[in-house]
């Protein structure tokens, strides 16, 4: 009898180790994860544009073992085959995992597109997308460069982009980098109207009227926050981030972040959640990736919410628009003005 109760006591301790454990992956899980088909975007993602290609496999693992539940991929970062790789190593469900990729200026001809997707999928190794994005507003020439394609509209790449969806080759479709019109000009057309639009926002380019204008329910797109922590991405060091402090060493922000007993990292991110954008940060490191999952504790008070507002600095940092001879932007805070310098993507 004793045995037998020694062995009961063992077998409770070790249920209650194992769900102590995993309680962690599974309340994210629980709490973003819808049980049927309607899954929507969760609120926090792991960028990888400049991740690099021997580390992004692990941080992609790394992350998806430790409660992310949202990838962000595109074919132009040239590391699609290793994100796959992480996300097969993760062992996580795919149903319980958002993947985005995105669609090429090069490839918004028909025949190059499908060709592109299929890409994508393959090298993610998924059966299908979450979401897929045209990258920019702007179609390049195939095979030439960044000659423009003058020919291929938005309209027509979006026409392609809705049979995506009918071929199942993605659950979703949007949009990136569009100004405020081109937006509206697919929002008059489409069929399949766009679920997202991805853009560049954080605390030194707010454009908050521009994420509230998404919410309205005539135009009722997400919006997902890319550079959600300003000029920390090293390749706008030497460009229009060296015109403002880094983030990080801006007295506002860290002096918020101690208020909040947290990094200035995790509170900038924070802010970006409870303003209404899902944020998309990249790291390929263990420590950052884990830090910045911590945002999801944070909570501002309208008067904060008041105060960070009225530090807009209207800067932004990505801009390829000179470079390709083309007014991006052009009805939003600090368009493209063909003096700014360029930015390899
Ligand atoms: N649609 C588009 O056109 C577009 C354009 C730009 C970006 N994006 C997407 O948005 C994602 C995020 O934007 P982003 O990569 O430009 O910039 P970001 O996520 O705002 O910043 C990335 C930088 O922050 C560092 N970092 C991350 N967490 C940190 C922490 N806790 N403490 C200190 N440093 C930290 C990273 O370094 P470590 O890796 O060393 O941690 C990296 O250098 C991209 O990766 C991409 O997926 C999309
Ligand atoms: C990904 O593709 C690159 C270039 O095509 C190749 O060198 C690399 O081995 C591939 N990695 C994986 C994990 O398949
Ligand atoms: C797409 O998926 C739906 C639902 O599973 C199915 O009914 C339909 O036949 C599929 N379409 C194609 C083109 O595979
Ligand atoms: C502040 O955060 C640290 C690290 O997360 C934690 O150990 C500490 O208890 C927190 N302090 C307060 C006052 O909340």
Same mark, same amino acid.
């Not at 998309?280 to 420590?287: D, F, H, L, W």
């Given at each position: 009898?004793?045995?037998? %109760?020694?062995?009961?006591?063992?077998?409770?301790?070790?249920?209650?180790?194992?769900?102590?454990?995993?309680?962690?992956?599974?309340?994210?899980?629980?709490?973003?994860?819808?049980?049927?088909?309607?899954?929507?975007?969760?609120?926090?993602?792991?960028?990888?544009?400049?991740?690099?290609?021997?580390?992004?496999?692990?941080?992609? !693992?790394?992350? &998806?073992?430790? =409660?992310?539940?949202?990838?962000?991929?595109?074919?132009?970062?040239?590391?699609?085959?290793?994100?796959?790789?992480?996300?097969?190593?993760?062992?996580?469900?795919?149903?319980?995992?958002?993947?985005?990729?995105?669609?090429?200026?090069?490839?918004?001809?028909?025949?190059?597109?499908?060709?592109?997707?299929? %890409?994508?999928?393959?090298?993610?190794?998924?059966?299908? &997308?979450?979401?897929?994005?045209?990258?920019?507003?702007?179609?390049?020439?195939?095979?030439?460069?960044?000659?423009?394609?003058?020919?291929?509209?938005?309209?027509?790449?979006?026409?392609?982009? !809705?049979?995506?969806?009918?071929?199942?080759?993605?659950?979703?479709?949007?949009?990136?980098?569009?100004?405020?019109?081109?937006?509206?000009?697919?929002?008059?057309?489409?069929?399949?109207?766009?679920?997202?639009?991805?853009?560049?926002?954080?605390?030194?380019?707010?454009?908050?009227?521009?994420?509230?204008?998404?919410?309205?329910?005539?135009?009722?797109?997400?919006?997902?926050?890319?550079?959600?922590?300003?000029?920390?991405?090293?390749?706008?060091?030497?460009?229009?981030?060296?015109?403002?402090?880094?983030?990080?060493?801006?007295?506002?922000?860290?002096?918020?972040?101690?208020?909040?007993?947290?990094?200035?990292?995790?509170?900038?991110?924070?802010?970006?959640?409870?303003?209404?954008?899902?944020?998309?940060?990249?790291?390929?490191?263990?420590?950052?990736?884990? !830090?910045?999952?911590?945002?999801?504790?944070?909570?501002?008070?309208?008067?904060?919410?008041?105060?960070?507002?009225?530090?807009?600095?209207?800067?932004?940092?990505?801009?390829?628009?000179?470079?390709? =001879?083309?007014?991006?932007?052009?009805?939003?805070?600090?368009?493209?003005?063909?003096?700014?310098?360029?930015? !390899?993507?």
């Amino acid at each position: 009898m004793a045995f037998g %109760k020694a062995l009961a006591v063992a077998a409770i301790v070790a249920l209650t180790l194992v769900l102590l454990l995993r309680t962690d992956h599974d309340y994210a899980s629980a709490r973003k994860v819808s049980p049927n088909k309607e899954k929507h975007i969760p609120q926090l993602g792991l960028g990888t544009w400049l991740s690099d290609r021997d580390e992004v496999a692990h941080a992609v !693992e790394y992350a &998806l073992d430790n =409660g992310y539940d949202h990838i962000d991929a595109a074919l132009v970062y040239k590391n699609e085959n290793q994100t796959g790789k992480g996300i097969k190593a993760s062992g996580v469900d795919r149903s319980k995992i958002w993947v985005t990729s995105k669609l090429w200026n090069s490839d918004h001809r028909r025949p190059e597109a499908e060709a592109a997707i299929q %890409k994508s999928i393959a090298d993610l190794g998924v059966d299908y &997308l979450d979401l897929y994005l045209m990258h920019w507003p702007v179609a390049f020439v195939p095979e030439e460069g960044t000659r423009l394609d003058k020919d291929t509209s938005i309209v027509d790449t979006w026409r392609t982009m !809705e049979d995506f969806v009918r071929q199942n080759y993605t659950r979703h479709i949007g949009v990136s980098n569009f100004a405020r019109a081109q937006v509206q000009a697919i929002l008059d057309v489409c069929d399949i109207c766009p679920y997202a639009h991805e853009f560049e926002t954080h605390p030194y380019l707010q454009q908050q009227d521009f994420v509230d204008w998404h919410r309205r329910a005539d135009v009722d797109i997400k919006v997902i926050a890319y550079s959600p922590l300003a000029n920390t991405n090293p390749t706008y060091r030497d460009k229009k981030g060296s015109l403002v402090d880094p983030i990080f060493k801006d007295p506002f922000w860290t002096k918020l972040a101690k208020a909040k007993n947290a990094t200035v990292v995790q509170t900038v991110l924070a802010w970006g959640m409870q303003r209404g954008t899902v944020v998309i940060p990249k790291s390929t490191q263990e420590k950052h990736i884990a !830090e910045n999952r911590g945002a999801l504790d944070i909570a501002f008070s309208k008067g904060e919410m008041r105060e960070i507002s009225k530090r807009d600095k209207k800067v932004r940092m990505n801009d390829p628009g000179k470079s390709w =001879g083309v007014k991006l932007f052009v009805d939003l805070d600090d368009p493209t003005s063909f003096d700014g310098e360029d930015i !390899e993507l």
